[in-house]
């Protein structure tokens, strides 16, 4: 702009050979006012420029966070929708409280569980809702006491049970709450525990209703059959483990000298592995045949044979011995069953051989007679008794007999023990069935036994019969139905 200025004065100046000294002044102060200008332009354009790349720079961060934030907002939203799903999905009503406790949130279980109204649910607030809830537990102040506690003490974790005035019984359930949780002061859970603690209070009434017949029956019947049980059992225990230990004693000492001819049988075998690589050495051959004769090998291998069949024999036996005991106590079979008396008696008599063997010869003359129902151990407890008694009532005056005889009338089975031993007194014999009598030594028996079988003979719907003469000895007869009402399935 100067420039132009300046030659339109020059132009206008035409021809005069200088130019005026003030319009040279002039000239040179817009000249440097336009040079001025210029620099202050161009700080101005600089800055404008700077101030636009920070713009740009600033924009593009902001579309940047922009972007960072919608994602932050939709996965916000997924997570919201996660949490808001496993909230109404969970079988538990769920309840949050804030520090004062407030509620803040709850899920449709809570409102199905607790009937919250339609009323409170429009425009539900905390009071309405607290009113609505306190209004059905039969402890309200308890149950606000407890919020507060759980509220004021994050630290603390919650698991009890409260009372609805409907009956229902709830429990409530509370972890504590995580480190830096400002906006919530409590999440709990609610559960309709009522069918539970009903079936668990049927369950021990049924439990004790069961102690309590169990307990009657144990004093009106087991007791009195262990009793006379572990009696009968300590008088035979000597004799059951003579018989045991019989037959493992030869077993034992079989199986010692096995293993000595097995050693011999191994330094023979032993000479016949170095024939393997000469066999055709005369040493060899020499040192085998006398070998052989001094083991007596011939006899060797027979005696092994009788030793392992001996062994076997006792090992049959001491079965034997155990399967009679289980078949004779039935320990796992306590309930009614179809049992074969004859199979019963001679399990018994396995039982007490060592009790009676040296007292009397044991004859039986079995009939035919059907299977029996029965309480298995209970009935072999009555076959044992009798046959003690019996033995007992030979005592030391000799070798008698215990004959056994069995049969069947109508719908009844019968058996009788008799034994040749001393008798029963007539003024004894209306007592024999008494608890607690007995005219044996004492330490020979409590006085129960007879009294036990005629329970048990009893309780199977049966009767027992007695004659006895002094001199000569007893018949005791027992007769059983053969159906106590269940039909034989055997």
Known sequence: ?????????????????????????FLAAVNEAYESADADRLL??????????????????????????????????????????????????IL??????????????????????????????????????????TDPDAFMEKLSYLCQHPEAECYDTFNCIDGRVIERYSLPQPLGVDNVGRVMSFRDITARKQAEEALRL??????????????????????EKMASIGQLAAGVAHEINNPIGYINSNFRTLGEYVEKLFRVTDAYERTESALAGQALLDEIRMLKQEADWEYLKQDVRDLLRESGEGIGRVKQIVQDLKDFSHVDQAEWQWMDLHKGIDSTLNIVHSEIKYNAEVIKEFGVIPQVECLVSQLNQVF??????????????????ITIRTGAEDEMVWVEFTDTGKGIPPENLKRIFDPFFTTKPVGKGTGLGLSLSYGIIEKHQGRIEVESEVGKGTTFRLRLPVSQGLPNTL
């Open 206 to 227: 049924e439990k004790e209703e069961q102690k309590a017949l169990i307990k009657k029956l144990e004093e009106a019947h087991n007791q009195l059959l262990q009793s």
């Open 96 to 137: 949050a409280l804030d520090k004062e406790t407030r509620a803040v949130r709850f899920n449709q279980r809570f409102v199905e569980m607790w009937g919250v109204p339609d009323e409170v649910l429009s425009f539900w607030s905390h009071d309405s809702l607290m009113q609505h809830l306190l209004g059905q537990v």
């Open 44 to 93: 101005i354009e600089h800055s404008l420029e700077l101030m636009s790349q920070e713009l740009t720079e600033r924009n593009t961060d902001l579309r940047t966070q922009l972007v960072e934030r919608q994602h932050a907002e939709e996965q916000l939203e997924n997570l919201l929708s996660l949490l808001g799903t496993t909230l109404e999905s969970t079988a538990d009503g």
């Open 1 to 25: 702009m100067h420039r132009l200025l300046q030659r339109q004065i020059s132009r206008f100046l035409d021809g005069q050979a200088a130019m005026p000294e003030g319009l040279s002044l």
């Open 384 to 401: 044992m008794n009798m046959l003690v008694n019996a033995s007992h009532a030979i005592g030391d005056s000799g070798r008698g007999s």
